[in-house]
């Protein structure tokens, strides 16, 4: 009888409700719920990308059988490795489309709007995740190829090189929080695409030291579990860090690309951004108002006081 008196004094009480105008949360309180409130769906969205790693487990998996028949296992890499640089750009582009819309509070349908994106912009993200892999490839081989001549050579010259790849790498990779964004945002040729994002890399450096961060984080931790729980690093991979690193770098990137590129777009015509018209509430009433919203502004009800007496039941 008391759990159902404890419940039933939940619905005896009443706020003053959420004003219609009140201000919209911003920074961690915004991203963590947006993050709460989507966090299944996010989930949803990594097994969808996850998906496009298919050929790099097809990969391993061939170069296990590489000497029982060697042309066999050589051809099904090639055809792999062409299939998944060919769509990982593509399937990066989907799921930017899906956060974006997460971010600027919208709704989304996963597999439509993933597609949709994957479709639309498959030559251009194409050469995207092309170059991405090749710039993962050489920095892969620098710190493979280049100690071992500094070892030959006697010499730690032979280390600048590293280095160097290493920075253009980091420079890559904070363009990256940008081009996927304005290729699903906007309709920007692939020159200005790169030149937006080669200068965005800069100019917001502070928002992408963040996002760095929480990628460095990320990667480590992941990195950590394959080397000490491996069967746990398989267990997270399909649900977890690819889709959550994309909403915090959506999140964190986006407000860059539209103070940036979108704004000064609609500014030149004399417009606001679209995205923007909804953020501010406005006292502007154009019509005769018939019904107030009294959000926020009723008298906050407390709980009755119990009356003695029989209860009918």
């Known amino acids: ?12 009480s009443r706020g003053s409700g959420i004003a219609k105008n009140a201000p919209k949360k911003k920074g961690l309180m915004l991203f963590f ?25 097809i990969i391993l998996v061939a170069i296990s059988f590489i000497y029982e028949n060697m042309p066999v296992a050589l051809t099904l890499c090639g055809i792999m490795l062409v299939l998944f640089v060919a769509t990982i750009g593509p399937a990066t582009a989907g799921m930017t489309k899906v956060m974006r819309n997460y971010v600027l509070e919208k709704h989304s349908f996963i597999v ?16 995207i995740g092309f170059i991405d892999c090749f710039i993962m490839l050489s920095v892969y ?13 006697g ?43 080669f200068a965005l890399a800069f100019v917001a450096m502070k928002n992408n030291i963040i996002t760095f961060a929480v990628n460095a984080v990320v990667i480590v931790g992941m990195a950590l579990l394959y080397i000490y729980m491996r069967y746990l690093f398989f267990m997270l991979i399909p649900f977890v860090p690819s889709a ?13 690309i539209q103070k940036y590129v979108i704004n000064p777009y609609y500014a030149s015509m004399g417009k606001i951004n679209p995205e923007l018209v909804n953020e501010t509430p406005s006292d502007d009433i154009s019509e005769e108002v018939i019904c107030e919203d009294m959000g926020g502004k009723e ?15």
Not at 141 to 153: C, D, G, H, R, T
Not at 158 to 185: F, R
Not at 245 to 256: A, E, G, I, R
């Open 1 to 12: 009888m008391s759990m159902f008196s404890k419940f039933s004094n939940d619905f005896e």
């Open 33 to 57: 719920e947006i993050f709460i409130r989507k966090f299944w769906k996010l989930l949803q969205v990594n097994m969808l990308y996850t998906v496009f790693f298919i050929p790099l487990l």
């Open 112 to 127: 439509h709007d993933f597609f949709r994106a994957f479709k639309a912009n498959f030559k251009k993200a194409s050469l």
């Open 141 to 153: 081989a620098s710190f493979v190829v280049y100690p071992i001549l500094a070892k030959q050579s």
């Open 155 to 197: 010499t730690k010259l032979m280390y600048i090189p590293m280095v160097i790849t290493l920075s253009l790498a980091i420079v890559v990779m904070m363009m990256n929080y940008y081009i996927y964004l304005m290729l699903i945002a906007t309709n920007l040729s692939f020159k200005n695409l790169v030149k937006n994002s």
């Open 244 to 256: 959550f690193l994309c909403f915090v770098t959506c999140f964190n990137s986006y407000p860059v």
């Open 299 to 313: 008298k906050p009800i407390g709980k009755r006081k119990k009356t003695k007496g029989r209860r009918i039941s």
